[in-house]
C-alpha cells in the first residue's frame, strides 16, 4: 500500500495489484471507480508501461484516482517526461477527447434530435470542466422522475474516452426506468440493450427498451424492474461484454423470460442495425423483427455446453469461498440464524438439501410439520431465499386447473405449498401423481363446443419436487412413503428461542446483521452447481444398503431417497469432492455421515424401530399425572390442558403429541367417540413404550469401513 504515497516511484503491475486489496476473479478485477458487483476492471503489462481498462466504461482518470496514484506512474519515464494520461510530452498533443455536442450526436446515431430533448439529454460547455469541450449530459431518472446519475458522453470517436459519469463511485440503474409505466400499458415484452443509443434507436419508433449502464454488466437487483414483461428480448453484441451479459443472465432470475438476440459483425448492436438500414434502403423494423424472430430462448441456450461452462465462470468467483467450505450447511444455519430463524436447525439443514436434489434426475419431496405456530411456514420462506428464484413454483391456490393447467415451466423446480391443511382431494390426487411420476398428470373436464364436456389430459413435464408444511401429523397413505417428514421443534424452549429471536429487528445492533446477511453467493453457488455435472458416484452404497435391515416394505422408497440427499450433500461440496473417469461427483463418507445425523431417526420411526423423544416425553407425562400403567393413581384418565402444563405447552401442540403417541398404541382414549367428542379428553397409559430402541436401521460410519 506504500506505493501510493510515494509520487515520484513508477508502479509495477505487482504494486497495482496490491491497491486492488482483492482476489482477482476470472473475467478481472472489480473497478474501484464505480459500485462493481461483477469484475469488469483489467490490469495487464503493456509495451510502455500497465494498461487499466475499466470495461464499464470508466476513465483511465477516475481509475487512478479511485488507486490514489497519478496517472504518469503506471509508465516509464519521470513525471516531468509524461502527461497527465502516461504519454510523453508533445508540444501538439491532441486531448483524450474531442467533446460532442447533443446534434452531432443525433447527426452521427440517425437519430431526430427533438426527441433526444424530450428525453432529457442537454448540452453543457464548462471551460473549467471536460478539459473546455462541449459534452452531453445523459440522465438516469427513476420512475418516479428523479435523476439518480448523469452519465457524460464526451466523444464520438472510438479510441477516445468518450464516457464518463459525472459522480464519482456512482451507480447506475437501468436506463429508461421513467418509461416503465408506459411500455406496461403499451407492451408485454421488452428490450434489453448495452448502452443509451440503442435504447434512443428503440424509443424513436416506439419500442419498450431498458439499458445496462456497461458492457456485460448485470445486477440482480436490476430484475425487479423486468417484472410484468411476459418476454424479455436481451440484445447480445459480438464483443467481449456480449457473452459476459448472456452469461448473466443465463444465472439470473429472469431466464425463463429471456430470449437472446445475437447481433453479427456487421451489425454490432440496434443502432448500427439502424443506420445500416437508413443507408441500404432498408426496413429497420423488418430487420429487427428478423433477429426478434431468430431469437433463442435462455433456457433453450443454458443446455448447450458452451452456456453452462459460460455460467459457470461467471458465477465461480461469486461463490468460490463459499464452495469451498467444508460444512456449507452448517454456514447456512449460521447465515439463517442472522435471518431470526433460530433452533430449527435439523429441519433448516433437511429443507435446504431437499431443495438442492432438484438438480438431481429425481429430487426428494418433503412435508414440514408442526402445529400451528411453530414456524413452519417462516421456515421454508427464509429457506426459499437461499435459492435462485426460478428454483420454486409458488402455489397460492389450491386449484387443480390451476395446477394442471398452468403454463410455467417445472422442470427442476419445487412446488411450494404453505400450510396446505386446506387441499381438496383432486389436488392431492395430482400430488401423488406428481410424487410417482415426477411430473403433473391431471384428466380434467372441459368444455367442447361439439360435445359438451369432455375429458382432457393435462402434462407438465417435470422432474419436479414438492415442499409442503402442514399442521397435520399424516397425510394421504399413498403420499405419506414418497415424501420425507420433517418435524419442526415444538418445546419450551424452542418457543422461548423464537420469541427471544423475535425481538431483533426491534434492535438496531441485531437488525443491522439480519440485513447484512449476502444472499447473492449462494445464489450463485447453485447456479454454478446446475451448470455442471450433477451425477454422482456413490462408491458404498451397495455396501450401505446390505446393512439396513429390510423390516418394511416402505424402504424400498426410503432409500432411494437416503441415497439422493447424499448426492445432493456431495453436489454441494463438490468443490472439495473428487470426480471419477466418466466426470460424475465422488460422494464420500462425510456425505453420508451428515445425512445420517439428519434422517436416521426419522426413518427408524418410520418403520417402528425407534421411538421418538417427543412420544416419550408424552407418555411419561400422563404417566406422571395418573401413574404407572400397572398401578394406575387417576383411572379416568387425564386431558390435554393438564398434559401440556407439564410438557410445558398448549393444549393443541399437547393434542398433537397425544395423537401420535395414541397412533402408536402407548396411549388411550377413554372417552367413548365420536358420541363423546365434545367432552374433555380421558387419556390414559396404553401399551407399554419400549425402554430401548431395537438398535439402528442406518449403520454408523465405523460399519461402513
Known amino acids: 500500500m506504500s506505493a501510493a504515497k510515494d509520487t515520484r516511484k513508477r508502479l509495477t503491475l505487482a504494486d497495482v495489484e496490491a491497491l486492488l486489496d482483492q482476489d482477482k476473479g476470472d473475467t478481472g478485477w472489480r473497478c474501484p471507480a464505480h459500485d462493481d458487483a461483477s469484475p469488469s476492471l483489467t490490469v495487464n503489462e503493456g509495451n510502455k508501461g500497465i494498461v487499466i481498462k475499466c470495461h464499464a466504461g470508466c476513465t483511465f482518470e477516475e481509475v487512478c484516482e479511485a488507486l490514489g496514484i497519478e496517472p504518469w506512474q503506471l509508465f516509464e519515464g519521470t513525471r516531468e517526461e509524461r502527461n497527465d494520461n502516461g504519454g510523453i510530452k508533445k508540444p501538439e498533443q491532441s486531448l483524450a477527447f474531442d467533446g460532442c455536442t447533443r446534434a452531432q450526436y443525433a447527426q452521427a446515431k440517425g437519430l431526430d434530435l427533438e426527441m433526444l430533448k424530450e428525453w432529457g439529454l442537454a448540452d453543457t460547455h464548462t471551460p473549467s470542466r471536460y478539459n473546455g469541450k462541449p459534452v452531453v449530459l445523459i440522465p438516469y431518472v427513476d420512475k418516479g422522475g428523479e435523476v439518480l446519475e448523469t452519465r457524460v458522453r464526451l466523444s464520438l470517436k472510438k479510441g477516445q474516452t468518450r464516457f464518463k459519469w459525472t459522480r464519482k463511485n456512482a451507480k447506475a440503474p437501468l436506463y429508461g426506468l421513467w418509461m416503465l409505466n408506459a411500455f406496461h400499458q403499451q407492451h408485454a415484452s421488452i428490450f434489453l440493450v448495452e448502452g443509451e443509443s440503442d435504447c434512443h434507436t428503440l424509443w424513436q419508433p416506439g419500442m419498450p427498451a431498458l439499458g445496462i449502464p456497461g458492457a456485460g454488466i448485470w445486477k440482480e437487483e436490476w430484475a425487479a424492474s423486468l417484472e410484468g414483461f411476459d418476454s424479455i428480448y436481451a440484445v447480445i453484441e459480438p464483443d467481449q461484454g456480449g457473452p459476459a451479459l448472456k452469461s448473466h443472465l443465463l444465472a439470473s432470475s429472469l431466464k425463463e423470460r429471456v430470449l437472446f438476440i445475437h447481433m453479427s459483425e456487421d451489425a454490432k448492436d440496434v443502432n448500427e442495425l439502424h443506420r445500416n438500414a437508413r443507408e441500404c434502403g432498408e426496413d429497420f423494423d423488418a430487420l429487427l423483427n428478423e433477429l426478434i424472430d431468430d431469437a433463442v430462448s435462455a433456457t433453450e441456450d443454458a443446455n448447450t455446453e458452451a452456456a453452462k461452462e459460460a455460467v459457470r465462470q461467471d ?86 386447473g390451476i395446477l394442471a393447467r398452468g403454463t410455467a415451466p417445472l422442470q427442476h423446480k419445487f412446488l411450494v405449498f404453505l400450510e396446505a391443511d386446506g387441499m381438496s382431494e383432486k389436488v392431492a390426487l395430482i400430488l401423488r401423481t406428481l410424487l410417482s411420476e415426477g411430473q403433473v398428470i391431471a384428466d380434467i373436464l372441459v368444455p367442447s363446443d361439439d360435445e359438451g364436456w369432455i375429458e382432457k389430459r393435462f402434462v407438465r413435464e417435470g422432474p419436479t419436487g414438492l415442499l409442503m408444511t402442514t399442521t397435520k401429523l399424516w397425510v394421504h397413505n399413498e403420499n405419506e412413503t414418497r415424501v420425507l417428514k420433517i418435524p419442526t421443534n415444538d418445546s419450551p424452549e424452542q418457543t422461548k428461542q423464537t420469541m427471544r429471536a423475535s425481538t431483533r429487528k426491534y434492535r438496531p445492533e441485531t437488525r443491522k446483521k439480519e440485513k447484512a ?132 405447552c398448549g393444549p393443541d401442540a399437547a393434542k398433537r403429541r397425544v395423537d401420535d403417541a395414541m397412533s402408536k398404541g402407548f396411549l388411550k382414549d377413554q372417552r367413548n367417540l365420536p358420541a363423546e367428542k365434545r367432552q374433555p379428553a380421558r387419556i390414559v397409559i396404553g401399551s407399554p413404550i419400549p425402554e430401548d430402541d431395537k438398535g439402528w436401521l442406518l449403520p454408523p460410519r465405523e460399519e461402513m469401513m
Open 517 to 648: 446477511v449476502d444472499l447473492a453467493p449462494w445464489h450463485a453457488l447453485h447456479a454454478w452447481i446446475e451448470a455442471g455435472e450433477c451425477l454422482v458416484d456413490i462408491p458404498y452404497a451397495d455396501k450401505l444398503v446390505s446393512l439396513i435391515p429390510p423390516v418394511a416394505v416402505r424402504l424400498r422408497r426410503d432409500i432411494s431417497a437416503l441415497l439422493r440427499l447424499i448426492s445432493a450433500h456431495a453436489l454441494l461440496h463438490h468443490a472439495n469432492r473428487k470426480r471419477n473417469a466418466e466426470g460424475w461427483v465422488v460422494a464420500t463418507l462425510d456425505d453420508y455421515e451428515a445425512v445420517r445425523e439428519l434422517v436416521h431417526d426419522i426413518m427408524a420411526e418410520g418403520v417402528s424401530l425407534r421411538v421418538s423423544a417427543a412420544v416419550r416425553e408424552t407418555v411419561a407425562a400422563v404417566e406422571t399425572l395418573v401413574g404407572p400403567r400397572d398401578k394406575p393413581r387417576l383411572t379416568k384418565g387425564v386431558t390435554f390442558d393438564e398434559i401440556g402444563e407439564v410438557l410445558g
Open 315 to 400: 458465477t465461480w468467483p461469486k461463490c468460490e469461498a463459499l464452495a469451498k467450505e467444508p460444512d456449507i450447511l452448517a454456514r447456512f444455519v449460521e447465515d439463517l440464524e442472522q435471518r431470526g430463524v433460530v433452533g430449527e436447525d435439523r429441519a433448516a439443514k433437511l429443507q435446504y438439501l431437499v431443495i438442492t436434489t432438484r438438480v438431481l434426475e429425481e429430487p426428494v419431496s418433503a412435508i414440514t410439520h408442526g402445529p400451528s405456530g411453530s414456524g413452519k411456514s417462516w421456515l421454508t420462506t427464509n429457506t426459499q431465499k437461499f435459492f435462485p428464484e426460478e428454483a420454486f413454483h409458488i402455489i397460492t391456490t389450491m386449484s387443480d
